[in-house]
């Protein structure tokens, strides 16, 4: 099923989220914000229909998602990894962690997200936790310390448990 369809299918819970904030368009970001947690991403066709509800301009929308990091207009995997390749996560050896997900994924730095849509693998300047670098992020449970090893593992761990859940 394509994200057309997909974003078509539950148009309603727009609605819902819309109504949720009062269609205030002083609440744009909480929005934002819910309409990518139901879909994993802004789809272009829902931020079309969120300004037109909202009464502002498709412009203005679409500035808010893009000047956030946290907004994506892409689709996403369903298991976010995140890793920080700042100054002392890389001096400590992001670099060959990085390569051995890419690698394991089959991924590249201008693709992220795996065919399946179960892995998205992004890097990062800084996650503020410096003192455990080099530092991974999974979903939202943070991995200190991480090797190529730990990280190859904790992604294996990931593949049985979504197997078990199939």
Do not use: W
Request: glycine share 4%; net charge negative.
């Amino acid at each position: 099923m394509d994200s057309a369809n997909n974003a078509a299918r539950s148009f309603n819970k727009v609605i819902e989220i819309l109504d949720r904030y009062d269609r205030n368009a002083s609440k744009i970001i909480p929005i934002l914000q819910s309409v990518q947690e139901e879909y994993r991403y802004l789809p272009q066709e829902v931020l079309t229909f969120v300004a037109t509800s909202l009464n502002v301009s498709p412009a203005r929308l679409y500035g808010v998602a893009t000047f956030y990091s946290h907004f994506s207009l892409e689709p996403k995997g369903k298991h976010i990894l995140k890793m920080c390749d700042g100054t002392a996560c890389h001096v400590r050896g992001s670099s060959a962690v990085i390569d051995a997900l890419r690698d394991k994924l089959g991924l590249s730095a201008k693709k992220i997200t795996t065919d399946d849509m179960l892995f998205t693998f992004e890097t990062v300047s800084c996650l503020g936790a410096c003192g455990l670098a080099p530092v991974l992020v999974v979903d939202e449970a943070i991995h200190g310390q991480v090797t190529p090893e730990v990280a190859l593992q904790l992604l294996d761990e990931i593949v049985q448990k979504e197997q078990q859940h199939a």
